[in-house]
């Protein structure tokens, strides 16, 4: 059974950081693209990132130049640094493969900018 558990969300003020993690299981992760997707309250979930497994990213427009994606194919893990955060980077956000998978969703973990 394919696990993904995202963790390091929190509260934060308008232009703090953020690190998120997604531990990965039950997948040969080295060999997967993962992403991280997000969801706001009434919005439908989007694409934040993506990282090959040989390191190429992509990002949407809206997190260019503020949020890095990378991943330790020892750990299983995949990482978001979000920094220069906005109150419209409040969301949930998820980790899972790109293109996704609609049977491996977590629980995501929430992201709050505010001050």
């Known amino acids: 059974q394919v696990q993904l558990v995202e963790s390091g969300g929190g509260l934060v003020q308008p232009g703090g950081s953020l690190r998120l993690s997604c531990a990965a299981s039950g997948i040969i992760f080295s060999l997967n693209v993962m992403g991280w997707y997000r969801q706001a309250p009434g919005k439908e979930r989007e694409l934040v990132a993506h990282?090959?497994?040989?390191?190429?990213?992509r990002y949407a427009d809206s997190v260019k130049g503020r949020f890095t994606i990378s991943r330790d194919n020892a750990k299983n893990t995949v990482y978001l640094q979000m920094n220069s955060l906005k109150p419209e980077d409040t969301a949930i956000y998820y980790c899972n493969r790109w293109p996704y998978s609609d049977l491996t969703w977590g629980k995501g973990t929430l992201v709050t900018v505010s001050s």
């Open positions: 990282i090959t497994s040989g390191g190429s990213t």
